[in-house]
């Protein structure tokens, strides 16, 4: 299995950036496919982007497109979430998620799963 952990959340002003980290250890890092999903209180928890194994793929919600930059690092077997423009309504907690094959968007569908980061975003 891989083990995840998240790093970089935190507390920020609307219109801020912020910029997430998952280090990955535990099985070949190029065999996975990486996610960002993200939890907000009383709410299912949520995809919010991904991206292939070999990084040329990337995948967002409609929520983020265009705010959000998912990439990966394979010499470092590190996954980021760089976020711009962020919004009250981005506040959750962000959960870096893996799968060796991507069967959908939904959090059952990701087999690994980091504890999450905590970001919030005041007005």
């Known amino acids: 299995q891989v083990q995840l952990a998240e790093s970089g959340g935190g507390v920020v002003q609307a219109g801020d950036s912020l910029s997430l980290s998952c280090a990955a250890s535990?099985?070949?890092?190029?065999?996975?496919?990486m996610g960002w999903f993200r939890q907000a209180p009383e709410k299912q928890r949520e995809f919010v982007a991904g991206v292939g194994r070999r990084g040329g793929s990337e995948y967002y919600s409609d929520s983020v497109k265009d705010r959000f930059t998912i990439s990966r690092d394979t010499a470092r077997e590190t996954v980021y979430l760089q976020m711009t423009s962020l919004k009250p309504e981005d506040t959750a907690i962000y959960y870096c998620a893996a799968t060796r094959d991507i069967k959908g968007a939904a959090a059952p569908d990701w087999a690994y799963w980091g504890q999450g980061t905590q970001v919030t975003v005041s007005s």
């Open positions: 535990g099985r070949t890092f190029m065999n996975f496919n």
